[in-house]
């Protein structure tokens, strides 16, 4: 697992009839451990519509680290790494991606990359993690 995982919200819209919620809430894990061998859920707790506002304001603070293999035309110097290494608070900007178009806004997002490391693999590729 990536770190202790990730926070979520489950909400129930126009139930077709009324539950114990907190009654469920153990049955839920049992049935996530039973049919999923990669989800697992732990530390459940009540809340209410305000603590999506927190979620959200979690999610534009956190700091995220990315890994890339990258190819060049010409031979890579390590006076090449260096100066990528030594590159702190990139501004770049971002096309929404894809994979979540379904539920974010097509546009242009700026990202700042705060800094980066980069591990030559032979004289064209490198990897290069990016921590923003």
Known sequence: MLGSGRPFLLECVDPTKMIDARKQEAALGEYV???SQYI?????KFVDKSYFEVLKSMESTKIKEYRCV???SRKVEQKDLELLAS????KVF?????RVLHRRTLKMREKEIYHMKCEPLNERFFVIVRIN
Do not use: G, H, S
């Open 33 to 35: 451990l039973a049919n």
């Open 40 to 44: 697992r859920i732990k530390e459940t």
């Open 70 to 72: 990258v190819w060049c």
């Open 87 to 90: 590159t702190k608070n990139l």
């Open 94 to 98: 971002q096309n929404t991606p894809i």
